[in-house]
């Protein structure tokens, strides 16, 4: 590991530590908290790329389901879900899976709620994923954002993640593009 990731990483534990921010590991006791988080995340960020109509009828319903289902594939272990929190309070959510056959782990989720933006938490939460990918033997991690979400991109982008293609989806009913962003594990 370069000596700058290792600096990076041991600021962002110092910084979260004096910002009063931990994570733990949820449970499935935690599964209508994080569609709860998912879907207030989502809502903000994507008002104006993706329907209005949905983010506000059928996004929570939609978030409550995917996640119900997605717990019972985490307590079995295919991935980690950690709740960031401050004073005690959630701010934000993680979720990655284990490393795929060329060593790459998949951020499936990052969420910061608005109280958890300018803790670090965002940034301690990519920094604990990346240790754990270590110690599984991953050489990078990856990510999907929606090409429109641009704080999302500045944000990875000034962390050293790169962009490296760009992918047709569907969401909300909708056709939309998302960036695929890299950053290798020294």
């Known amino acids: 590991m370069s000596n700058s990731k290792l600096t990076n990483e041991r600021d962002a534990h110092l910084q979260s530590e004096a ?3 931990s994570l733990r590991a949820a ?3 935690d599964t209508v908290l994080i569609a709860s988080m998912h879907a207030q995340s989502w809502a903000r960020a994507y008002r104006g790329i993706l329907p209005d109509d949905w983010l506000d009828r059928d996004l929570q319903a939609e978030r409550a389901a995917h996640w119900q289902t997605r717990m019972q594939e985490i307590v079995a272990g295919a991935s980690c879900l950690l ?3 401050h004073a005690g309070e959630p701010v934000g959510f993680v979720c990655f899976d284990q490393p795929d056959a060329s060593g790459s ?3 499936d989720n990052l969420h910061a709620l608005p109280m958890g933006r300018g803790l670090g938490a965002g940034t301690a939460m990519l920094a604990e ?6 110690s599984r033997g991953a050489h990078q991690l990856h990510l999907l954002v929606l090409e429109q979400n641009t704080a999302a991109i500045g944000f990875y982008e000034s962390r050293g993640w790169k962009r490296e293609a760009r992918l ?5 009913g909708i056709d939309v593009f998302s960036l695929r962003y890299v950053l ?3």
């Open 105 to 107: 782990v998949y951020i």
């Open 83 to 85: 709740i960031a929190e």
């Open 27 to 29: 449970t499935s006791d």
């Open 184 to 186: 290798p594990l020294e």
């Open 129 to 134: 994923a990346a240790r754990w990918a270590r």
């Open 19 to 21: 910002a009063g921010l």
């Open 168 to 172: 047709a989806e569907q969401m909300a």
